[in-house]
């Protein structure tokens, strides 16, 4: 996706670090079921999902609270590049912040 390769380029010179379409296994039962990938992982602590979208639907956001859930972190960034203005949700791990930490 261009905007992938853009906004690696903008973290870049923010002097960011981040990691690209991170895979994480996924577990059920002690048993790899397989794995997901996210779009970017930045300093260890947050998810950022991609879209190309002309609007967010409740699925995107699912699928963004299930990366954040998956990869155990607090925070997630679901951004759209597809709307006619930028769109973006910040997504919380439920799990985590039931104890009300947010970043």
Known sequence: MIYQRCLAIEMNR???SYGREVDVGIFYDG???GSRRADFIVGDRVVVELKALTALENVH???ARNYVVAYGYEVG???NFGA???EYKRI???QRNAVGSKL
């Open 14 to 16: 923010a002097g960011l």
């Open 31 to 33: 048993y790899s079921v």
């Open 61 to 63: 956001i699912a699928q």
């Open 77 to 79: 960034l679901l951004i």
């Open 84 to 86: 006619e203005s930028l």
């Open 92 to 94: 919380f791990n439920n």
